[in-house]
C-alpha cells in the first residue's frame, strides 16, 4: 500500500524558513515525477512545486524564488525548501507522485502557518 507522510510544518513569522520532508513507502520516487500542492481554508488546492524524474523543477508563480524542491531516491524522499514565507502561504502542504497517489487531502498532511 502506498504510503506518504508529510512533515515539517509549524507555526513561523513572516520572512521565516521551513524545510518540508516527505517519505513514501509501498511505491520509489525513482523514476516518478514529485510534487507538492497546497490548501488554504476555503480555497482550492494549489500545485506549488514539481520535480520530475530527470531532475527538472517547476514552480508556481507566487512560491519561485523562494522555495526549493529536492529528491532523494536513496532515502525515496521528497522535501521543499520555503524561505521568506508570507502569510498567504499558510496552508496545509502535500507531497504527491504527480499523476499517482498524493495531493491535498490523500494524506493528513503538514500544517504551515506565517503570522505577519
Known amino acids: 500500500v502506498a504510503q506518504l507522510a508529510e512533515s515539517g510544518g509549524g507555526s513561523v513569522q513572516a520572512g521565516g524558513s521551513l524545510r518540508l520532508s516527505c517519505p513514501g513507502s509501498g511505491f520509489t520516487f525513482d523514476g516518478s515525477d514529485m510534487g507538492w500542492y497546497r490548501q488554504a481554508p476555503g480555497n482550492e488546492c494549489e500545485l506549488v512545486s514539481t520535480?520530475?524524474?530527470?531532475?527538472?523543477?517547476y514552480y508556481s508563480d507566487s512560491v519561485k524564488g523562494r522555495f526549493t524542491v529536492s529528491q532523494d531516491n536513496a532515502k525515496n524522499m521528497v522535501y521543499l525548501e520555503m524561505n521568506s514565507l508570507k502569510p498567504e502561504d499558510t496552508a496545509v502542504y502535500y507531497c504527491?507522485?504527480?499523476?499517482?497517489?498524493?495531493?491535498?487531502?490523500w494524506s493528513q498532511g503538514t500544517e504551515v502557518t506565517v503570522s505577519s
Open positions: 520535480i520530475s524524474s530527470d531532475g527538472s523543477t
Open positions: 504527491a507522485a504527480v499523476g499517482g497517489v498524493g495531493g491535498c487531502a
